[in-house]
């Protein structure tokens, strides 16, 4: 059964600052990997798509890789601002059906 | 057509009482999801169509949950019985053709069982 796994569950940062959340899974066997941002009390907002055979994609101020043999993704955000305050989560497509991690609450501070 | 469309986007209601959400997915989709989704934790998995076929059910999805599709357009969730357990966010997502194609979410419906 394939195990998603997100790290920091939560990160707090000043305005300006470069970072990463980190996103593990422990079947390497996928098709994809898909991160979301998700508003409080809202639906998920696909960020970024990476196909199984990508090492990494590119949106704006995002850029999520992919390793694939030792299961571990991550998502950059550059130069974060308030807005970007957000839970991010990333899923893990093994077949048809994505398997989610817990999130990053993430909190950006003017 | 401008994404997944869920309906209601809330529902309050009696433990006790029946439920059914509706899900309305990017029309030329023909993989469907639904998910439940707890405070703090990322979305369970529940099932999955493809067109009108439900193709797999979780564990999650108890006797009191059933879910069609039935022109392999809309889907429908009911819970039958609502326990206060049930209160959660039901998402439905959808996505296109082959395996690895992008998942695309709707706004979900937040469910409070009193």
């Known amino acids: 059964k394939q195990e998603v796994t997100q790290i920091p569950a939560a990160l707090s940062v000043p305005e300006g600052e470069n970072l990463v959340l980190n996103c593990s899974f422990t079947?390497?066997?996928?098709?994809?990997l898909q991160w979301f941002r998700q508003d409080p009390g809202k639906g998920l907002t696909s960020l970024l798509l990476?196909?199984?055979?990508?090492r990494e994609q590119t949106s704006g101020r995002l850029n999520a890789s992919l390793d694939k043999s030792s299961g571990r993704s991550t998502l950059y955000i550059a130069a974060s601002q308030p807005g970007d305050s957000a839970t991010y989560l990333c899923a893990v497509g093994g077949s048809y059906i994505p398997t989610f991690g817990r999130g990053t609450s993430l909190i950006v501070h003017p | 057509d401008t994404g997944v469309s869920q309906d209601p986007r809330h529902k309050i209601t009696k433990r006790g009482q029946n439920v059914t959400f509706r899900c309305d997915p990017i029309s030329e989709h023909n993989r469907l999801y639904w998910y439940r989704q707890t405070l703090g934790q990322g979305p369970e998995f529940l099932t999955y169509?493809?067109?009108?076929?439900?193709?797999?059910k979780s564990r999650l999805l108890s006797n009191r949950f059933s879910a069609e599709r039935p022109k392999g357009s809309f889907s429908t969730l009911e819970i039958q019985r609502t326990e206060q357990g049930d209160s959660a966010m039901y998402l439905c997502?959808?996505?296109?053709?082959?395996?690895?194609?992008?998942?695309?979410f709707g706004q979900g419906t937040r469910l409070t069982v009193v």
């Open positions: 990476i196909q199984s055979s990508q």
């Open positions: 079947d390497s066997a996928i098709y994809n």
């Open positions: 997502a959808s996505s296109q053709g082959r395996m690895g194609t992008e998942a695309f």
């Open positions: 169509f493809q067109n009108e076929a439900q193709l797999e």
